[in-house]
């Protein structure tokens, strides 16, 4: 019989060859060895072991599910929408018309001297993605509970597929950038090759705190019912619509807290070929990278009892 | 050889209330203050007696072999699903451990991930993409995959259009096709026409002969005699026999074993307060309460209450509901008009009421109770109080029958008559 059973007799069973504070998983999603031929077991599942790590040997190991994820996220919602792709333009497009009308015109907002609507645009769309990463990712983690309970894999790759989807809207609506650059004449300078690293930070905070959201939301549903309002501070607690040089002096630092105005002011910076303000470029940088680690952290002790609560 | 699967001391522990599930902040908050003390309590307790902590699985422990397939059987609530889930490592373990030696694939539900907008041909990828699969290995498996499934021709529709058949063959498919060690399946042969469920048995087949271990849990005690030499049977999140299927499932049927606890509940909570106390309720068959109910044969439902004071008019009902949640049948005591269904004494009474053989399909019901006044008010509801699973005692051609389309499979009385021939009955 190739089947035995043992009521409590663990004895009989060889003591294990892992430290029993192995972590519960040594190895994920690789095409195995041949298991005649491997001595330690592939996976261990231990009720002792906590989450230990960052997890990204298995994130990796599951780099396509995260493609395709976020091909899933982008594809149903173009395909349930009347206006598709139409959607990433209207939303920061509005804003900005909306904006421009009340600070633009009616209160004559300062710009640092770029007309207010390409100002404002050029805030509203990394903020817009941000935004909307955040939601996505926040409410993800909810939104998969048949996946969750049914399937194992990193649970990270869902919020994080929700940020990678949220890039193609990002890079659509960049396209109406084009033109309005054009028509304010806007000459790029070569700071505009900074652009990238923005985007790239906007979207590891967006990951960092949206994980982190995610996970809250899966023990306390309060957090769908935060978010938008959260957005919506987070939007005038940052200089999007505004420049940071209209904070008074003494002030600033407080706004260099928020890692968004070390970024969105960047962004702009890039664009516009302003003097980059590299102390809140860096202190942005520095809380983007903390948010994004501690954030993993927590997610990765809480993630083995999603399937429990969720 | 080594085993692939190694369980030791294998528990799952889970607390029922409100600091299981979703909890809001206020709760969270209204926790900490009382935190103190509640692990004070758990820790003298040793984690076992509270009566909020339920243990789905304990002391588990076996070994499989590579190349076995083992069967898994027992009630429902007997533990299979939350062993399956540990060792798919969807949710931890409480206590004890599990080595695999090699990669698991787990199929514990159709069709996981599927999405009704995208057509037939990106769910095959997403969902192979979430089973495992990598990108190249689905692309070169695209074609076997559809082939198996035969659904060729709607391949750019979107599955929403598709009939649940074509779904679930379509999601089965995918599912086959993982090439894992260890392939664990959960109840997924309960859907889809008999035809598919046979080339699917002789697709799991194949596999194992390839050498891949399966672990194989379902209702369908006929398909888990034809896949799986060895079978566990669990009972209350411990296994209580293992070894031949034949036997395991031999012994799990015979009901003079007392493998199931008499369905019976001692409080209720809707009806705790009410004019009628309901004190149990049951699924009898062949004198003994039972959760698992043959097909062949007429069983009872009894309900045994207290009238705290005279109800007149008061009525007892029963709806009894399939797992998907269609209402199969409901049924009143008020069918019976009796001078005791009209007067509704106080006291303590019992009402049964006999459902015959011959009727139900195969599969899990659900049962809700309630009592009302016709015209006037709802005395109580209990949702889904009565659970029990029915099942096919023989594997002849009569058991075809479950297969059809339709809520029941009652077995009818047919006539086969040469045409203008007269009706004869001794042939």
């Given at each position: 019989?190739?089947?035995?059973?043992?009521?409590?007799?663990?004895?009989?069973?060889?003591?294990?060859?892992?430290?029993?504070?192995?972590?519960?998983v040594?190895?994920?999603?690789?095409?195995?060895?041949?298991?005649?031929?491997?001595?330690?077991?592939?996976?261990?599942?231990?009720?002792?072991?906590?989450?230990?790590?960052?997890?990204l040997?298995?994130?990796?190991?599951?780099?396509?599910?995260?493609?395709?994820?976020?091909?899933?996220?982008?594809?149903?919602?173009?395909?349930?929408?009347?206006?598709?792709?139409?959607?990433?333009?209207?939303?920061?497009?509005?804003?900005?018309?909306?904006?421009?009308?009340?600070?633009?015109?009616?209160?004559?907002?300062?710009?640092?001297?770029?007309?207010?609507?390409?100002?404002?645009?050029?805030?509203?769309?990394?903020?817009?993605?941000?935004?909307?990463?955040?939601?996505?990712?926040?409410?993800?983690?909810?939104?998969?509970?048949?996946?969750?309970?049914?399937?194992?894999?990193?649970?990270?790759?869902?919020?994080?597929?929700?940020?990678?989807?949220?890039?193609?809207?990002?890079?659509?609506?960049?396209?109406?950038?084009?033109?309005?650059?054009?028509?304010?004449?806007?000459?790029?300078?070569?700071?505009?090759?900074?652009?990238?690293?923005?985007?790239?930070?906007?979207?590891?905070?967006?990951?960092?705190?949206?994980?982190?959201?995610?996970?809250?939301?899966?023990?306390?549903?309060?957090?769908?019912?935060a978010?938008?309002?959260?957005?919506?501070?987070?939007?005038?607690?940052?200089?999007?619509?505004y420049?940071?040089?209209?904070?008074?002096?003494?002030?600033?630092?407080?706004?260099?807290?928020?890692?968004?105005?070390?970024?969105?002011?960047?962004?702009?910076?890039?664009?516009?070929?302003?003097?980059?303000?590299?102390?809140t470029?860096?202190?942005?940088?520095?809380?983007?990278?903390?948010?994004?680690?501690?954030?993993?952290?927590?997610?990765?002790?809480?993630?083995?009892?999603?399937?429990d609560?969720? | 050889?080594?085993?692939?699967?190694?369980?030791?001391?294998?528990?799952?522990?889970?607390?029922?209330?409100?600091?299981?599930?979703?909890?809001?902040?206020?709760?969270?908050?209204?926790?900490?203050?009382?935190?103190?003390?509640?692990?004070?309590?758990?820790?003298?307790?040793?984690?076992?007696?509270?009566?909020?902590?339920?243990w789905?699985?304990?002391?588990?422990?076996?070994?499989?072999?590579?190349?076995?397939?083992?069967?898994?059987?027992?009630?429902?609530?007997?533990?299979?699903?939350?062993?399956?889930?540990?060792?798919?490592?969807?949710?931890?373990?409480?206590?004890?451990?599990?080595?695999?030696?090699?990669?698991?694939?787990?199929?514990?539900?159709?069709?996981?991930?599927?999405?009704?907008?995208?057509?037939?041909?990106?769910?095959?990828?997403?969902?192979g993409?979430?089973?495992?699969?990598?990108r190249?290995?689905?692309?070169?498996?695209?074609?076997?995959?559809?082939?198996?499934?035969?659904?060729?021709?709607?391949?750019?529709?979107?599955?929403?259009?598709?009939?649940?058949?074509?779904?679930?063959?379509?999601?089965?498919a995918?599912?086959?096709?993982l090439e894992?060690?260890?392939?664990?399946?959960?109840?997924?042969?309960?859907?889809?026409?008999?035809?598919?469920?046979?080339?699917?048995?002789?697709?799991?087949?194949?596999?194992?002969?390839?050498?891949?271990?399966?672990?194989?849990?379902?209702?369908?005690?006929?398909?888990?005699?034809?896949?799986?030499?060895?079978?566990?049977?669990?009972?209350?999140?411990?296994?209580?026999?293992?070894?031949?299927?034949?036997?395991?499932s031999?012994?799990?049927?015979?009901?003079?074993?007392?493998?199931?606890?008499?369905?019976?509940?001692?409080?209720?909570?809707?009806?705790?307060?009410?004019?009628?106390?309901?004190?149990?309720?049951?699924?009898?068959?062949?004198?003994?309460?039972?959760?698992?109910?043959?097909?062949?044969a007429?069983?009872?439902?009894?309900?045994?209450?207290?009238?705290?004071?005279?109800?007149?008019?008061?009525?007892?009902?029963?709806?009894?509901?399939?797992?998907?949640?269609?209402?199969?049948?409901?049924?009143s005591?008020?069918?019976?008009?009796?001078?005791?269904?009209a007067?509704r004494?106080a006291?303590?009474?019992?009402?049964?009421?006999?459902?015959?053989?011959?009727?139900?399909?195969?599969?899990?019901?659900?049962?809700?109770?309630?009592?009302?006044?016709?015209?006037?008010?709802?005395?109580?509801?209990?949702?889904?109080?009565?659970?029990?699973?029915?099942?096919?005692?023989?594997?002849?051609?009569l058991?075809?029958?479950?297969?059809?389309?339709?809520?029941?499979?009652?077995?009818?009385?047919?006539?086969?008559?040469?045409?203008g021939?007269?009706?004869?009955?001794?042939?």
């Amino acid at each position: 019989m190739d089947l035995k059973t043992s009521e409590r007799a663990t004895a009989a069973l060889q003591p294990p060859p892992a430290a029993p504070t192995a972590p519960s998983v040594s190895n994920g999603h690789p095409p195995a060895a041949d298991p005649d031929s491997t001595d330690q077991p592939l996976i261990w599942i231990d009720a002792d072991a906590r989450g230990a790590g960052l997890g990204l040997r298995e994130l990796w190991a599951y780099r396509e599910l995260l493609y395709f994820l976020t091909w899933r996220d982008i594809k149903i919602r173009y395909k349930q929408t009347a206006l598709g792709a139409a959607w990433a333009i209207i939303q920061p497009l509005f804003a900005m018309l909306l904006f421009t009308l009340f600070f633009g015109r009616l209160a004559r907002i300062e710009s640092d001297g770029i007309p207010y609507p390409v100002f404002a645009y050029a805030g509203l769309l990394p903020w817009t993605f941000f935004a909307n990463a955040l939601t996505n990712s926040g409410n993800s983690l909810v939104g998969s509970t048949s996946l969750i309970t049914k399937v194992y894999f990193p649970r990270m790759i869902i919020p994080a597929a929700a940020v990678a989807a949220g890039l193609l809207d990002f890079i659509i609506a960049f396209a109406i950038l084009i033109p309005l650059l054009v028509y304010y004449d806007v000459t790029l300078t070569w700071r505009v090759i900074m652009l990238p690293v923005f985007v790239l930070l906007t979207t590891l905070l967006a990951l960092g705190v949206g994980m982190w959201l995610s996970a809250l939301n899966v023990k306390y549903r309060d957090v769908r019912y935060a978010l938008p309002f959260i957005v919506q501070l987070w939007l005038f607690a940052s200089p999007v619509i505004y420049p940071l040089s209209i904070v008074p002096e003494g002030w600033r630092w407080v706004f260099a807290l928020n890692p968004v105005t070390g970024i969105i002011e960047g962004f702009r910076a890039s664009l516009f070929g302003k003097n980059f303000d590299w102390t809140t470029i860096a202190i942005s940088t520095v809380l983007t990278v903390a948010a994004l680690i501690c954030s993993t952290y927590a997610f990765r002790r809480v993630e083995e009892s999603f399937a429990d609560i969720v | 050889m080594k085993p692939i699967i190694r369980v030791e001391n294998l528990g799952k522990l889970y607390r029922i209330g409100a600091q299981q599930g979703h909890t809001s902040l206020r709760d969270a908050l209204a926790g900490v203050v009382g935190a103190p003390f509640k692990r004070l309590r758990s820790s003298s307790s040793g984690g076992g007696g509270r009566a909020d902590e339920i243990w789905a699985l304990r002391d588990v422990n076996f070994e499989v072999a590579p190349g076995a397939r083992l069967g898994i059987i027992g009630r429902n609530g007997a533990g299979k699903s939350t062993l399956l889930k540990i060792l798919s490592r969807i949710t931890k373990p409480t206590t004890g451990r599990v080595a695999l030696r090699g990669r698991v694939g787990s199929l514990l539900e159709v069709g996981t991930g599927f999405h009704s907008e995208l057509t037939g041909r990106e769910n095959v990828y997403l969902n192979g993409a979430i089973l495992g699969m990598r990108r190249d290995e689905i692309a070169r498996k695209f074609d076997e995959i559809v082939a198996f499934a035969e659904t060729e021709q709607f391949l750019d529709t979107p599955v929403k259009r598709y009939s649940s058949g074509m779904t679930v063959r379509l999601a089965f498919a995918v599912a086959a096709h993982l090439e894992p060690e260890i392939l664990i399946i959960d109840e997924v042969l309960a859907v889809g026409d008999i035809a598919f469920q046979k080339k699917c048995l002789g697709k799991m087949n194949d596999i194992a002969r390839e050498g891949r271990t399966v672990l194989f849990v379902s209702h369908d005690l006929s398909a888990v005699n034809a896949l799986c030499d060895t079978s566990l049977l669990m009972h209350d999140g411990s296994i209580v026999m293992t070894g031949a299927t034949r036997d395991v499932s031999a012994h799990y049927l015979d009901r003079s074993n007392k493998l199931y606890s008499p369905v019976t509940w001692a409080k209720f909570s809707d009806s705790q307060n009410a004019e009628i106390e309901l004190n149990a309720a049951s699924v009898v068959q062949g004198g003994a309460a039972t959760s698992a109910v043959d097909c062949r044969a007429p069983f009872e439902i009894r309900l045994e209450y207290q009238n705290r004071q005279a109800v007149r008019g008061a009525r007892f009902f029963i709806i009894i509901r399939n797992a998907k949640g269609d209402v199969i049948f409901s049924t009143s005591d008020y069918d019976a008009l009796t001078g005791e269904a009209a007067e509704r004494r106080a006291g303590r009474f019992t009402s049964v009421v006999s459902v015959p053989g011959d009727l139900l399909r195969t599969g899990s019901y659900y049962g809700t109770v309630g009592a009302d006044i016709k015209n006037e008010r709802i005395i109580f509801v209990e949702n889904d109080i009565l659970h029990f699973d029915v099942f096919e005692s023989g594997d002849d051609t009569l058991a075809e029958r479950h297969k059809r389309p339709g809520l029941i499979a009652p077995v009818l009385a047919w006539e086969i008559q040469a045409a203008g021939a007269k009706p004869s009955s001794d042939t």
